[in-house]
C-alpha cells in the first residue's frame, strides 16, 4: 500500500554541499520533506576542500559540488549547469562595454573567495593560463559576503550565477561582458564508489536530478 511505502521512506538524509549550490538544494528540500515526512536531514554547506574532506571521512550520503576529484574513487553525475561570472556594481564604467579583454579586467581591483575555494580555484586557473595577474585587493570567505563588497565599490569579483538571488545585493551588481567568460562548470551530486545508498539517499538523489531537469527547462 501507499501507506507502506512511505513507512518505508524513513530515517536521516545527510547532505554536503559547495557554498554555491546552497541556493538550489536547501530550496528543493521542502517539498521533499512534504512528501516524506519521516525523513530529517542534515545540511552541511561549505567550500569545495570542505567537502573533499567530508567525502573522504564518508560522513555524509551525497556531495554536491563542481568538481570531481581526480584522487578519490567515486560516483558522480552532472545535473546542472554553474557558469561563473565577473560581477561588477550596476554603475560601474565597464558595465556597458563589450567583450573586455582579461588584461583589462586585470586593472580593476579584485575581490578573490579564500584558499580551498573551487571558484577561486577556477579563476586563478584562467588568469594563469593567459598569464594574467590580478591585484587581490580583499580576500573573502562569503559569497554574500563579497556580493556586499562589489555593491560598496571595494572591486569586481568571480561568482557563480547562482549566487544572484533576487536577495541582498544583486539588484545593485551587473554581470560584465569579459573573454573567456562565463567559465562553464556543472553541479555533480557524488558519492563514494562502492558505497551502499540507503533507501533515503536514492530516493533524494532520484528526486535532485528530476528538480534540476525541470530548473534547467523552466
Ligand atoms: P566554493 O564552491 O565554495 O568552493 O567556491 C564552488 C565551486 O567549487 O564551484
Redesign the pocket.
Known amino acids: 500500500t501507499v501507506a507502506d511505502l512511505k513507512g518505508l521512506k524513513q530515517g536521516q538524509l545527510r547532505l554536503a554541499v559547495?557554498?554555491?549550490a546552497k541556493y538550489f538544494v536547501p530550496r528543493l528540500l521542502g517539498p521533499f520533506c512534504q512528501r516524506y515526512p519521516g525523513i530529517d536531514i542534515s545540511l552541511q554547506v561549505t567550500?569545495?576542500s570542505g567537502i573533499l574532506e567530508r567525502l573522504t571521512d564518508n560522513l555524509d550520503d551525497l556531495y554536491v559540488?563542481?568538481?570531481v576529484p581526480e584522487h578519490l574513487d567515486v560516483v558522480f553525475q552532472p545535473f546542472l549547469d554553474?557558469p561563473l561570472v565577473v560581477l561588477a556594481p550596476a554603475n560601474h564604467p565597464l558595465a556597458n562595454e563589450k567583450n573586455i579583454s582579461l588584461s583589462r579586467l586585470a586593472e580593476e581591483p579584485f575581490i578573490m573567495?579564500e584558499p580551498?575555494?573551487?571558484?577561486?580555484k577556477?579563476v586563478q586557473k584562467l588568469f594563469a593560463a593567459h598569464e594574467i595577474s590580478v591585484e587581490v585587493k580583499l580576500e573573502l570567505g562569503s559569497n554574500e559576503a563579497i556580493k556586499q563588497a562589489i555593491a560598496g565599490g571595494l572591486g569586481l569579483s568571480v561568482l557563480?550565477r547562482h549566487t544572484l538571488t533576487p536577495d541582498g545585493a544583486s539588484s545593485e551588481l551587473t554581470v560584465l561582458d569579459v573573454e573567456h567568460f562565463p567559465i562553464h562548470?556543472n553541479w555533480y551530486v557524488v558519492y563514494p564508489n562502492g558505497k551502499q545508498l540507503s533507501v533515503v539517499a536514492r530516493t533524494y538523489l532520484e528526486y535532485l536530478l528530476d528538480a534540476a531537469k525541470q530548473f534547467a527547462t523552466s
Not at 580551498?116 to 577561486?120: A, K, L
Open positions: 559547495i557554498t554555491t567550500n569545495h559540488m563542481s568538481q554553474n573567495r580551498g575555494s573551487g571558484t577561486r577556477a557563480s562548470r
